[in-house]
DNA sequence: GGACGTCACTAGAACGTTCTAGAGCCCGAG
DNA sequence: CTCGGGCTCTAGAACGTTCTAGTGACGTCC
């Protein structure tokens, strides 16, 4: 097998291993390997060389251990939802130009909330950034006292104390795709909500407003929905039952629409041609060109941007202007991406 | 803001800060945290009170320092691959029983493997679980050196020294697929495949293997596939070209198949009345109720569980038993999860 | 020619744990 | 009574870094 010659079998080189092999002082490898100045260009050099020799890597524990910034965020998301790990894979993006790591915790049916939460804690993150948290607002305020705490997706109403809230605005949203539909001349629009989850208050919200704004609100009708295809397939069921149909659904994501889409496919109902859709997140899913589905877009690089800026901000001074510190909130608008699942009602008056 | 008093603001609590407040030795606080024996009844009863007065956390990274163990599992995965997802859910059910941590570390678009691994390496894992690792068997075997490497659903030709194998018997899987179909009395099976992806190379040859059993060599046909909706759409559609359409796809896995499904939804062609398809993976996406998919089903739970008894057994102990450590292979079988897209085919002769 | 800067480098103390020795105590066996 | 052995507990040295406070050496400025 492979082994760096020199170094003590199974032991990993330090920094002490690097100074002895360049001659020079644990102190100065310290400052060679982390680029700050202090150093001769030659010696430098040498320094390097020598730790490449022997397949020197920092240790980042020890590393965080003394300095006592850990420059690592912690990100709690849901293993399952493609709308997290999008916002994710922005999150290491984002990150990673200011300096920071990301650690990650994952939610899943076997390893809740808490669970997820604790690992990152114990892992001495300076802040947490925590996707679509379902936490009750008392337990975000108790970390919120320990270290800055962003939520992202998940309004808090009131504001909890020291928690930032960053999310694409729902209510927004809904509004649009409702505008949408009435521009193309829909009047019996339907939507599919999320529940209890986060952000469904307020699509349901948007939803009733713009119908309303437009007159329609006694055609108004919000159906039971979920988060997963499975939750819009069926309520696709029940609307396939109804006997003057709605034109058009808003479902409250991608995957409960693509669910919609499913289920209407299968009873042969053409979409748009006899009904149109729209989803919302413009996930990886809506941009399969054979789904290819209008859907209400949220900026997820520009999300996870703002998370990491506000978490960032905390850390590095931001002298808690007024007051303590309030928990700022920031709201991105959304944008429609029209695709293929809306046209015109068949029966345009 | 609630911040526990007593605690000089913005540090977090220490071992002995709790031994200050217990009124015993920083030692002895540890010997309590670690729930190690040693400690008397009465006086653990106080270090515990004491430590949750002024809400103490254990500081992982200072614990991981000190002894030298890490107890730290580096897992990469595929953000947008459910088949890991799932997987990794898998490893931390697995992991924590045995005393283990998982790391997790995703790789992305735009995060490459090595910039996953280094993260890992450098967060001091102890061993590294890679799920379908892209990698070349030399950079594998160059890591293998430094620490105990397995690879999921990932087979390595030739073996590769020091890196242990756990992966789904493919060839079987393909084969069983086949066997259903003929059974059901399909003839014109084909197979969309994963090209270059962990597997797929298994699962053609399975396919083939298959056939040629069933006195169906001349009718095997592999179209070429990918691991997305997409590229299942896009097979999928050439199929509906041709004109003695075949009457069962075996696709190279569930999103793949899931692409199929949609592309003959919309081409109005009933699956499985006109056509039958199978996937691989048994997935979330195929138990969905609208979707309801015959698959091949990967025992995902036992992956993961011998995916962490890998590398624990190497971790502990197992004293590399011949020569130095030749990197061992454990195959799982598969097995066939019949739902409603596959049925006899519709002439039977 | 002394005071002062700057530059390259070093010694040694942190950081928050765990671990190794060993100290003090009490109890029962001889 | 003495000895050994078990408990409970403690002091202090690790672990691999970074940071603070230097030490010389060499210029530069009045």
């Keep these: 097998m492979p082994r760096t010659p020199g170094t003590p079998e199974g032991k990993r080189p330090t920094l002490a291993d690097v100074a002895a092999r360049a001659g020079v ?9 982390r680029g700050a100045k202090g150093a001769g260009a030659a ?45 994710v894979e922005g999150l290491y993006a984002a990150a990673e130009p200011v300096g920071y790591q990301i650690a990650l915790s994952a939610v899943a049916p076997s390893r809740g909330e808490r669970h997820a939460v604790e690992a990152l804690l114990g892992d001495r993150c300076e802040a947490l950034i925590l996707l679509g948290p379902q936490a009750p607002a008392a337990r975000l305020a108790e970390l919120a006292a320990q270290l800055p705490v962003v939520s992202v997706a998940r309004r808090l109403r009131p504001a909890v104390p020291g928690v930032d809230v960053i999310r694409t605005d729902d209510d927004e949203g809904a509004r649009r795709a409702v505008d949408h539909l009435v ?19 307020d699509r349901r919200r948007g939803y009733r407003t713009a119908m309303n704004r437009h007159g329609l609100a006694d055609r108004a009708r919000v159906l039971p929905g979920g988060l997963t295809e499975e939750d819009g397939a069926a309520a696709a069921r029940t609307l396939l039952g109804d006997d003057p149909r709605p034109t058009a659904v808003v479902a409250f994501n991608d995957r409960c629409a693509t669910g919609v889409l499913d ?33 209400v877009g949220q900026d997820i690089r520009r999300l996870a941007d703002l998370a990491v800026g506000r978490a960032v901000a905390r850390l590095e001074g931001e002298p808690t202007p007024d007051g303590e510190s309030s928990g700022k909130e920031t709201v991105i608008a959304p944008h429609l991406v029209t695709r293929s699942t809306t046209a015109p009602p068949r029966n345009t008056p």
Tied chains: 1, 2.
Excluded: C, K
């Excluded at 002082?25 to 390997?33: E, R, T």
């Excluded at 003394?66 to 916002?87: C, E």
């Excluded at 996930?283 to 209008?294: E, K, Q, V, W």
């Design 25 to 33: 002082s644990v102190a100065l490898v310290s400052i060679v390997m």
């Design 43 to 87: 010696t430098r050099e040498r320094v390097l060389e020598a730790a490449r020799e022997i397949g020197y890597r920092p240790d980042a524990r020890a590393r965080l251990l003394r300095s006592n910034r850990s420059r690592l965020l912690g990100v709690q998301f849901g293993l399952q939802q493609p709308f997290h790990t999008d916002l």
């Design 183 to 201: 521009a193309l001349g829909h009047r019996d629009i339907v939507h599919i909500d999320g529940g209890r989850a986060p952000g469904a208050a």
């Design 263 to 295: 289920a209407f496919l299968r009873a042969r109902v053409p979409v748009p041609d006899e009904i149109s859709v729209v989803g919302f997140d413009d996930s990886h899913l809506a941009r399969l060109a054979h789904i290819d589905l209008t859907t």
